[in-house]
């Protein structure tokens, strides 16, 4: 467990644009940043990043937070996991006490799947470099191929010997569990029960996440074992951390590079990469000999919506083009294509020239998209009528996916040219394939809403136990207090965890920020405050409850903000004066009511903010913003940085001030207003009973429910009197 005095230390390094630099191109977009979101299918820039408030937001899917929340987010990673991952981005010793074995035993699988990765990749290149073996078959290969000793370094490349089960023994004698082993897929049971090491006698490439860490591996049989043999390479099998449609082998080495240069090159295989690294060409990342997939597009444009696609001089090479060029132009890429010489790939290419004749070939014989696919499909047509007709169909297609509409247009006008094909034809042919694709967008959207619709989804968060705060005599006198006693949480729904807001936009994202999107980030309106229209759906009781549990975030909000802060002075038991807290002031004040929030995730920032904000150097609004609960963290940025607590209730008599000025004004008023919800929500629940049959034909309970309306009456009317303009009569 990490000590709270190297978390502290973590956060302040943190920075967002340098973290969320290290997996997203971001462009100046005035006080703020912004990119293509990491988390969902974007097109178009919604993802923005706040250096001022050091926390970042999409508009698009609604993800995002503060540095820590952003790389649990992005990697996939524990709380723990990810303060340790940016500890080691900025060099920051991390001081833990020794785990129990519980918590030991209570390590997530994918933890354990990472560790066992990590293990098994040193383990590859020590076999490699330190074993007879190794040095004269594993390292022998890669210097026969023309590897330098430093790139193999770099890439952390490896052998494992061909021993049936040397790895599974070692990975078990170094103390890991052999289900882990199994998962991971480095080592393989077969109906036997007998196990063995899926890579025996293979050479090792390890796969990294964008990040670095070790997701799978990719082995080589090798060339004195190919011959007759159609699958080379075998790759790590699909586990909780792997997945050969997400990652690109090369991209944690390249993606500096592509950012630096505004390119990328998309290659094929492993030794590819290695190969245009060797001739100084690091902007470089491989597919894996996958198809080309989404993921693996979305994950460049990060980066760069510049691409080179390099393929082979032979006919797989470029049939293998046509699917590729359509995919990346509807990811809104700008593609070119290089085909290199018939008979060669990149890693043969580079051996037969220098670093300098490398490097001019490529910038030599990039052809755009357009014309090279024109070119190609022409020379299959070779002026046959039909072929040629199928031929302006092909590019057609192509034309239709792309989404910017000026590019589209460029592209329509210079195709017209190259065919000899009037522009018409071509504009109304795309046009025409752009309707049934979005057709089919549609129909797949109903599919899917109809899919989510079935299955349904519900979730609650569990409460936190009450706490019983300090109690300094006088803290709340200003609040009324007796007529609440006895109306606790327990009288309304507590099903809600988690208070209103408005809903992430569906469908594609629109090309720019709406100015509302952009003041919610700046932090000129309160986000969540634009708020969609109601629905007939919603019920009277359900907006109720929504107003209910908004006022209650507005305590919660002063807590978060100010909880550490002192707001006012009050005698002890003694009479001596002491400062008292915000979170101490709200607590004395809902327990001399016997309340509590309603909502357990409030209720749960409280309990925590009261257990901490005696310690020294505590602040609510960093403690809470980097919350391992996500739920708790996400609600505690929003509500750190709304502009404005007041401008949703009303402001007579209180000055502009800075709100911390005026907390011991605020508070009050902002307790007196919670209670004065709490008695309107019991007065509707006392004016149903007073309507039943059955209470008006019980005198006594009739009497008795008349007796409760009184107190609650004259609790409203003390209340509204302090509030200033809700008096009743």
Not at 204 to 220: A, C, D, L, Q, W
Not at 408 to 428: G, H
Not at 534 to 563: A, P, W, Y
Request: aromatic residues 8%.
């Amino acid at each position: 467990m990490i000590d709270r005095q190297t978390v502290d230390r973590i956060l302040d390094a943190a920075n967002i644009v340098d973290v969320v630099s290290d997996f997203v191109t971001l462009k100046r977009a005035g006080a703020n940043l912004k990119g293509l979101c990491p988390f969902h299918d974007d097109r178009t820039p919604s993802f923005m990043v706040s250096p001022s408030k050091n926390i970042c937001k999409c508009f698009a899917c609604g993800k995002g937070g503060t540095p820590v929340h952003f790389i649990m987010e992005h990697e996939q990673l524990t709380y723990p996991e990810a303060l340790k991952y940016l500890a080691k981005k900025y060099h920051i010793e991390v001081k833990e006490r020794e785990q129990t074995d519980e918590e030991k035993a209570e390590q997530s699988e994918r933890e354990s799947l990472f560790a066992v990765n990590e293990w098994a990749n040193d383990w590859f290149q020590q076999q490699m470099n330190e074993t007879l073996d190794g040095r004269a078959i594993g390292l022998a290969y890669f210097r026969q191929r023309g590897f330098r000793d430093d790139l193999i370094r770099k890439f952390q490349l490896g052998f494992c010997p061909d021993k049936y089960d040397a790895q599974w023994k070692a990975g078990l004698e170094a103390g890991y569990n052999g289900d882990f082993l199994l998962k991971t897929g480095l080592c393989i049971r077969n109906e036997a029960g007998k196990t063995y090491d899926r890579f025996r006698n293979r050479v090792i490439f390890p796969i990294h996440t964008i990040s670095g860490k070790v997701v799978g591996f990719g082995g080589r049989v090798l060339d004195s074992r190919t011959k007759g043999v159609q699958v080379k390479y075998q790759n790590s099998p699909e586990s909780v951390i792997y997945s050969k449609k997400r990652e690109l082998y090369g991209l944690f080495f390249a993606k500096k590079a592509i950012v630096q240069q505004d390119l990328c090159y998309l290659v094929e295989g492993y030794t590819d990469v290695m190969a245009m690294h060797q001739q100084g060409v690091e902007n470089v990342v491989a597919s894996s000999g996958t198809a080309l997939t989404h993921e693996q597009i979305r994950a460049i444009h990060r980066f760069t919506e510049n691409i080179v696609v390099i393929y082979d001089g032979d006919a797989a090479g470029i049939k293998a083009s046509q699917r590729g060029i359509d995919m990346l132009l509807a990811e809104g890429m700008s593609v070119k294509l290089l085909l290199l010489p018939d008979g060669d790939d990149p890693d043969s290419f580079a051996r037969k020239h220098t670093a300098t004749e490398y490097q001019e070939y490529l910038k030599e014989h990039q052809v755009d998209f357009i014309q090279f696919k024109t070119n190609l499909l022409m020379e299959e047509a070779q002026g046959d009528p039909i072929k040629l007709s199928r031929l302006t169909g092909n590019i057609v297609q192509s034309l239709a996916v792309i989404p910017d509409e000026i590019t589209r247009t460029f592209y329509i006008k210079e195709t017209s040219q190259m065919l000899s094909v009037e522009e018409r034809i071509i504009t109304a042919a795309v046009a025409k394939v752009r309707t049934q694709l979005r057709e089919e967008r549609r129909r797949e959207r109903e599919r899917e809403a109809s899919r989510q619709q079935a299955q349904g989804s519900a979730g609650t968060a569990s409460a936190g136990p009450a706490s019983a705060g300090p109690s300094p005599a006088d803290a709340a006198a200003s609040t009324a207090g007796s007529p609440l006693a006895g109306s606790s949480p327990d009288h309304s729904p507590a099903q809600q965890s988690t208070p209103p807001t408005s809903p992430a936009r569906t469908g594609d994202p629109s090309p720019e920020l709406t100015p509302e999107e952009e003041a919610m980030l700046a932090g000129i309106i309160p986000e969540g405050s634009v708020q969609p229209a109601t629905t007939n759906l919603q019920s009277k009781q359900q907006r109720e409850e929504t107003q209910f549990l908004q006022t209650e975030q507005l305590l919660v909000q002063m807590i978060v903000r100010h909880g550490e802060k002192v707001m006012c002075e009050a005698e002890d038991e003694n009479g001596e004066s002491r400062p008292v807290t915000v979170v101490e002031f709200i607590q004395y004040a809902l327990q001399e009511d016997d309340l509590q929030f309603h909502s357990p995730l409030h209720q749960r920032i409280l309990v925590e903010a009261l257990e901490h904000y005696q310690e020294e150097g505590f602040r609510c609004s960093r403690y809470f913003e980097n919350h391992p609960d996500l739920a708790i963290a996400e609600l505690s940025t929003e509500l750190a940085h709304e502009k404005e607590t007041l401008s949703k209730i009303h402001q007579k008599g209180i000055p502009i001030k800075p709100e911390e000025e005026r907390l011991e004004e605020l508070v009050p008023h902002l307790i007196a207003d919670y209670k004065f919800a709490i008695l309107e929500r019991e007065m509707r629940e006392v004016m149903q009973q007073m309507s039943s049959p059955e209470v008006l034909a019980d005198k006594q309970r009739s009497d008795a429910i008349m007796r409760r309306f009184l107190e609650i009456k004259q609790a409203q009317t003390a209340l509204g009197r302090q509030l200033g303009d809700r008096v009743l009569t």
